[in-house]
């Protein structure tokens, strides 16, 4: 039986947050159905096309990408090659990278204007109507993430065989074929319900994407059409019942998804490549790379290239772009550190609790927030700050701040947990036969292991808030807007140049963030604890 050290303050403080969000879930929930019950007249939204177009587009999206993921984690699996190690981060960070960056980059090669048409009306004298827009440039976009997603879960579900059974089976010469059949697909499947559940849930609740790329009515989501109701039209009677009908969607597929085995948010280094194929499957492998390669690449590039040749320097010289440069660095970085307080807080507590009930009650709120996408959330919120008579204005930089926060919480504890369980599992007995309190279990055992866990949190949530459209989208305002704000108006105003430029810096700024701040707060851990 597994002795915990005894931890009563975690698991009051723990105890605290959970009912904390849970009340503030049902006072979100409760304002949503009061507007419902209040609101008069009738709704021009319609639900059922809404919900059709919106289910279709998610799970279009989730089998092009699981298939995408399923291909380029087998290529990469076997291909050993100068470069690897950073092009399995560049897919790594996909989860990070802001969906209007990928969709302006996708504008930019295949728009009407975009370097295809271009390179064929100079050459051929011939232009042809973008596929950027409507479904087929959602799914392309939504496939560029998330395909890139998914196959970094799987390469390391893949890196997971044992080698054992990679000796059997070159012992028996396997072909490429009958090893994907025998030993790739088993170590992939248990991954695919999961990994296709949050696909889904990515693709049902994207913003800006959808708004972006959408092209018109015939292809609105629900996340779109509840901001076009709420910012447009003022139809909060029509923008609750949407918001409820997501909400019941997204929980269903959580509840469906939690029959599935978990996929970890926190990825180790990728294992070298061990079995090489014979030349035929190389040759597929090589190509898969490539078209891989190019097709999430080249919107990336072509990003930073138009923000560099464009309007950079015009944009830096404008007050207003460092005010909102300002604005999501600070709103980022405070979104980023309540993450980690209420994230560790939880974690922390629910390690310490022995009783599987205990431990389910503690981690329920957080991940209830999973059901509630941000724009249902700030739309939420909205409705919150309305009745108590509160400016929005006012209200907006807390709001931005705790809506961020809360939506980043889900992928913050399932980062920390999991690490945080393992080091109760192993070292739970020796703390409590040493007697350490809580304070230097954490300083001198847990911190310094949980290095770099927590700046993969820190990183995720930084970049989540810095790349956010969908909270900021209901309570912007001149005087208070973010770069993903800026770079929306821009566009609207039909100010391409200045759309590249902050597009080029939203996408610097995030992948450096990704790629530095685990290392950085890793290497801070370790310097702590030798010093200790």
């Given at each position: 039986?597994?002795?915990?050290?005894?931890?009563?303050?975690?698991?009051?403080?723990?105890?605290?947050?959970s009912?904390?969000?849970?009340?503030?879930?049902?006072?979100?929930?409760?304002?949503?159905?009061?507007?419902?019950?209040?609101?008069?007249g009738?709704?021009?939204?319609?639900?059922?096309?809404?919900?059709?177009?919106?289910?279709?587009?998610?799970?279009?999206?989730?089998?092009?990408?699981?298939?995408?993921g399923?291909?380029?984690?087998?290529?990469?699996?076997?291909?050993?090659f100068?470069?690897?190690?950073?092009?399995?981060?560049?897919?790594?960070a996909?989860?990070?990278?802001?969906?209007?960056?990928?969709?302006f980059?996708?504008?930019?090669?295949?728009?009407?204007?975009?370097?295809?048409?271009?390179?064929s009306?100079?050459?051929?004298?011939?232009?042809?109507?973008?596929?950027?827009?409507?479904?087929?440039?959602?799914?392309?976009?939504?496939v560029?993430?998330?395909g890139?997603?998914?196959?970094?879960?799987?390469?390391?579900?893949l890196?997971?065989?044992?080698?054992?059974?990679?000796?059997?089976?070159q012992?028996?010469?396997?072909?490429?074929?009958?090893?994907f059949?025998?030993i790739?697909?088993?170590?992939?499947?248990?991954?695919?319900p999961g990994?296709?559940?949050?696909?889904?849930?990515?693709?049902?609740?994207?913003?800006?994407?959808v708004?972006?790329?959408?092209?018109?009515?015939?292809?609105?989501?629900?996340?779109?059409?509840?901001?076009?109701?709420?910012?447009?039209?003022?139809?909060?009677?029509g923008?609750?019942?949407?918001?409820?009908?997501q909400?019941?969607?997204?929980?269903?597929?959580i509840?469906?998804?939690?029959?599935?085995?978990?996929?970890?948010?926190?990825?180790?280094?990728?294992?070298?490549?061990?079995?090489?194929?014979g030349?035929?499957?190389?040759?597929?492998?090589?190509?898969?790379?490539?078209?891989?390669?190019?097709?999430?690449?080249?919107?990336?590039?072509?990003?930073?290239y138009?923000?560099?040749?464009?309007?950079?320097?015009?944009?830096?010289?404008?007050?207003?772009?460092?005010?909102?440069?300002?604005?999501?660095?600070?709103?980022?970085?405070?979104?980023?550190?309540?993450?980690?307080?209420?994230?560790?807080a939880?974690?922390?507590?629910?390690?310490?609790?022995?009783?599987?009930?205990?431990?389910?009650g503690?981690?329920?709120?957080?991940?209830?927030?999973?059901?509630?996408?941000?724009?249902?959330?700030?739309?939420?919120f909205?409705?919150?700050?309305?009745?108590?008579?509160?400016?929005?204005?006012l209200a907006?930089?807390?709001?931005?701040?705790?809506?961020?926060?809360?939506?980043?919480?889900?992928?913050?504890?399932?980062?920390l947990?999991?690490?945080?369980?393992?080091?109760?599992?192993?070292?739970?007995?020796?703390?409590?036969?040493?007697?350490?309190?809580?304070?230097?279990?954490?300083?001198?055992?847990?911190?310094?292991?949980?290095?770099?866990?927590?700046g993969l949190m820190l990183?995720?949530?930084?970049?989540?808030?810095?790349?956010?459209?969908?909270?900021?989208a209901?309570?912007?305002?001149?005087?208070?807007?973010t770069?993903p704000?800026m770079?929306?108006?821009a566009?609207?105003?039909y100010?391409?140049?200045?759309?590249?430029?902050i597009?080029?810096?939203?996408?610097?700024?995030?992948?450096?963030a990704?790629?530095?701040?685990?290392?950085?707060?890793?290497?801070?851990?370790?310097?702590?604890?030798?010093?200790?």
């Amino acid at each position: 039986m597994l002795t915990l050290p005894h931890r009563p303050a975690r698991i009051t403080i723990a105890t605290a947050l959970s009912i904390a969000i849970a009340a503030l879930i049902a006072a979100v929930l409760w304002a949503i159905l009061a507007a419902a019950t209040d609101a008069g007249g009738h709704s021009r939204v319609d639900i059922p096309h809404l919900l059709r177009m919106t289910a279709i587009q998610a799970g279009l999206t989730t089998i092009l990408s699981l298939l995408v993921g399923m291909a380029l984690a087998w290529a990469l699996n076997r291909l050993r090659f100068v470069g690897r190690d950073l092009m399995v981060g560049l897919f790594a960070a996909a989860i990070v990278t802001p969906g209007m960056v990928v969709a302006f980059g996708l504008l930019s090669i295949w728009g009407r204007n975009g370097w295809i048409n271009q390179f064929s009306q100079s050459l051929f004298g011939v232009s042809f109507d973008s596929p950027a827009y409507g479904l087929s440039g959602i799914l392309l976009a939504h496939v560029i993430l998330d395909g890139a997603f998914a196959a970094r879960i799987l390469l390391a579900r893949l890196d997971a065989i044992p080698a054992n059974r990679l000796k059997v089976g070159q012992s028996l010469a396997l072909s490429a074929g009958r090893r994907f059949r025998l030993i790739d697909w088993p170590a992939m499947a248990g991954s695919l319900p999961g990994l296709g559940a949050i696909i889904f849930l990515l693709a049902f609740t994207s913003f800006p994407i959808v708004l972006l790329l959408g092209g018109g009515p015939a292809n609105q989501t629900l996340e779109v059409a509840i901001f076009s109701a709420v910012r447009l039209d003022f139809d909060l009677a029509g923008a609750v019942r949407l918001a409820l009908t997501q909400i019941g969607v997204c929980a269903l597929v959580i509840l469906l998804a939690s029959a599935f085995s978990p996929v970890p948010a926190a990825l180790g280094r990728s294992l070298p490549p061990t079995w090489r194929d014979g030349p035929g499957a190389r040759a597929l492998q090589w190509l898969v790379l490539i078209i891989a390669t190019l097709g999430f690449a080249l919107p990336l590039l072509s990003v930073l290239y138009d923000g560099i040749v464009g309007g950079f320097g015009r944009v830096l010289a404008q007050p207003a772009f460092w005010r909102a440069t300002i604005t999501s660095v600070g709103i980022g970085t405070a979104s980023a550190l309540l993450t980690l307080m209420l994230a560790l807080a939880l974690a922390l507590g629910r390690s310490a609790a022995g009783h599987p009930l205990a431990r389910t009650g503690l981690g329920i709120p957080a991940f209830a927030y999973l059901a509630v996408p941000a724009v249902v959330l700030s739309l939420g919120f909205f409705l919150l700050v309305r009745n108590f008579g509160v400016s929005t204005s006012l209200a907006a930089p807390f709001v931005v701040v705790g809506a961020n926060s809360l939506l980043a919480l889900p992928f913050a504890m399932a980062t920390l947990g999991p690490p945080l369980d393992a080091i109760v599992r192993t070292r739970g007995k020796l703390i409590r036969s040493l007697g350490i309190g809580g304070w230097t279990q954490f300083a001198r055992i847990e911190y310094p292991l949980l290095g770099r866990d927590i700046g993969l949190m820190l990183a995720l949530s930084f970049c989540f808030s810095l790349g956010d459209l969908g909270v900021i989208a209901l309570f912007g305002t001149q005087d208070f807007q973010t770069l993903p704000l800026m770079m929306y108006r821009a566009l609207g105003s039909y100010r391409n140049n200045d759309a590249a430029a902050i597009a080029a810096i939203l996408l610097i700024g995030t992948i450096a963030a990704f790629i530095f701040l685990p290392r950085l707060i890793e290497r801070l851990a370790h310097a702590g604890r030798r010093q200790a």
